[in-house]
């Protein structure tokens, strides 16, 4: 794993999303995997200013989403289509067909699962994946548990989560269940880039780089990947 600290979070957006303008200029048809949450949103920023600055352009670009809640409407304000599309989509040159995000009102959310995971192999895998972390070290939506997740499931969310993200649920209440991509999934991803900010994150990152690899902190597992770097602010890096 290698570990790169900035003083503040925009210098750490201009460093993220430099590195996926590089591997975009290098290959303009690349498959990248994206995240949701409040960390990413200044990376998203600084990839909108590259396209209209006409540095990089997303024509051919293809995305895959880590996760979506179930069971709310896909133009909910929360929902993560609606997230993706406000904060990067609209803003960029992307084909809707090339876009990927988990259908969480899926009937049968096990084949929906399987699809996506099936969609992700004939893209040819994911060349660089986005990851932000939970605060209890989720990653996509891979909450602690005993075992490490292998592919795309349907996961019920911990209290941890829930308390964390409820913030942005006003009018309906936060869903308690959401599809991720599995960690074996995450995993799989040629590079793998994860930002952090914030105090809220240093015991998780602590955790993440220190600790044992262990599906209790499911961040972990990324020092067993072969391409991987934390972004951190001074904040997030706090414990190291
Ligand atoms: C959600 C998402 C994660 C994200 C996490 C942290 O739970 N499923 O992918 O990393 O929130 O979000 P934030 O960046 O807002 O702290």
Redesign the pocket.
């Known amino acids: 794993m290698e570990i790169r600290i900035f003083e503040n979070a925009n210098e750490l957006a201009l460093a993220a999303a430099d590195i996926f303008a590089t591997q975009i200029k290098k290959n303009p048809a690349s498959v990248l995997g994206l995240?949701?949450?409040?960390?990413p949103v200044p990376t998203y920023n600084r990839l909108i200013e590259m396209y209209k600055a006409g540095e990089i352009s997303f024509a051919d670009i293809r995305t895959f989403n880590?996760?979506e809640y179930c069971d709310l409407p896909k133009d909910d304000k929360n929902s993560y289509y609606t997230f993706m599309h406000e904060n990067l989509f609209n803003a960029v040159d992307i084909k809707e067909e090339n876009v990927h995000i988990l259908d969480g009102n899926a009937e049968d959310a096990e084949k929906e699962a399987a699809d996506f995971d099936a969609a992700i192999v004939a893209a040819g895998g994911i060349d660089i994946q986005l990851?932000?972390?939970?605060n209890n070290g989720?990653i996509?939506?891979n909450e602690p548990a005993d075992e490490f997740t292998t592919g795309t499931f349907k996961v019920k969310l911990t209290d941890s989560?829930l308390q964390a993200?409820s913030r942005y649920f006003d009018e309906n209440p936060m869903p308690h269940y959401a599809l991720t991509m599995g960690v074996g999934s995450i995993m799989a991803a040629k590079k793998i880039v994860l930002i952090a900010t914030g105090p809220a994150k240093a015991q998780a990152i602590h955790d993440t780089v220190k600790g044992e690899v262990t599906a209790q902190v499911p961040a972990s597992i990324l020092q067993n990947h072969a391409d991987c770097v934390l972004l951190l602010d001074k904040a997030a890096a706090s414990l190291l």
């Open positions: 995240a949701t949450g409040a960390s880590l996760d990851l932000g972390i939970g989720h996509g939506f989560t993200n």
